[in-house]
């Protein structure tokens, strides 16, 4: 029996699932960023390699690199906050397994890679439920959108001493406009794809769409107020393509997902 390569070249090209695979690989790519721009030793050295060796692995499809990277980052974060007593960083894995497993999974739910070994049915209620859990969880958890657009303020938690920084005028409307987005979109996403309703034209994709719509205004409040580096819009077109590509690519069939062929 012939064994499975070690790696594989990606086609790449302007088609929707390779648009996809350069979106997971931006993610982690602008995660590495991060981590080199705030590591301040050695050791905080390792997640930058980590991040960049885990968006390496998938967008070569490595063998089982989906459940080593879903695994072995939190994992690997719960190891170094027992080992340098930092204990909030095993709190905040929980989260980080949720976030990099849907990044590492949603890509190729919606391809229906074969190596899931998932029926249709399986691969469309994890598909759903892990979508729908990590959009909620990126507006109302890890984006400034909410707190901008209604108290006017957000804060910078990544350093000793919290910085909060005012939104007003414009900037306020703007950060409105961006969680009703995000909170449209996610409502279209779930109201298609998970309870099977027919909103006219419109498919699973176009809540993705809106929601990304959210996720580049909270770079756009980053960047103009926080003074942070432009980077964050390449995150911001990373998580826009995961938002928007995982649906288009999953029911990209034109029938409504609860509808039989």
């Known amino acids: 029996m012939e064994e499975a390569p070690m790696y594989?070249?990606?086609?790449?090209?302007?088609?929707?699932k390779s648009l996809?695979?350069?979106?997971?690989?931006?993610?982690?790519?602008v995660f590495a960023y991060w981590g080199y721009e705030d590591a301040d030793t050695t050791a905080e050295l390792m997640w930058p390699v980590m991040m960049l060796g885990a968006?390496?692995?998938l967008f070569l499809s490595v063998p089982n690199a989906r459940k080593g990277t879903t695994l072995g980052i939190p994992a690997i974060m719960v190891i170094m906050g027992i080992a340098t007593g930092e204990t909030d960083m095993a709190f905040w894995a929980?989260?980080?397994?949720?976030?990099?497993?849907?990044?590492?999974?949603?890509?190729?739910?919606?391809?229906?890679?074969?190596?899931?070994?998932?029926?249709?049915?399986?691969?469309?209620?994890r598909l759903k439920g892990l979508y729908s859990l990590f959009a909620i969880m990126m507006l109302f958890m890890f984006s400034v959108v909410m707190s901008a657009a209604m108290d006017g303020e957000f804060a910078d938690d990544g350093e000793d001493t919290d910085q909060v920084y005012t939104v007003e005028g414009n900037d306020k409307t703007i950060a409105q406009a961006g969680f009703a987005f995000g909170v449209i979109g996610l409502l279209v996403f779930m109201a298609i794809a998970v309870l099977g309703v027919e909103l006219g034209p419109l498919r699973p994709w176009h809540g993705g769409a809106l929601f990304s719509g959210a996720v580049f205004v909270d770079s756009y409040l980053w960047v103009t107020i926080a003074d942070a580096a432009p980077v964050e819009f390449l995150w911001a077109l990373a998580?826009?393509?995961?938002?928007?590509?995982v649906p288009c690519i999953a029911y990209e069939n034109g029938h409504s997902p609860d509808e039989s062929e």
Not at 9 to 15: G, N, Q, W
Not at 94 to 117: C, E, H, K, N, Q
């Open 94 to 125: 929980v989260f980080m397994l949720i976030i990099i497993g849907s990044l590492a999974y949603l890509p190729a739910l919606a391809m229906g890679d074969p190596s899931l070994g998932l029926d249709e049915k399986s691969r469309e209620m």
């Open 239 to 245: 998580a826009g393509g995961i938002f928007t590509l």
């Open 8 to 16: 594989k070249i990606p086609t790449i090209d302007l088609s929707a």
């Open 55 to 57: 968006g390496l692995s």
């Open 20 to 29: 996809l695979m350069l979106a997971q690989l931006g993610f982690f790519c």
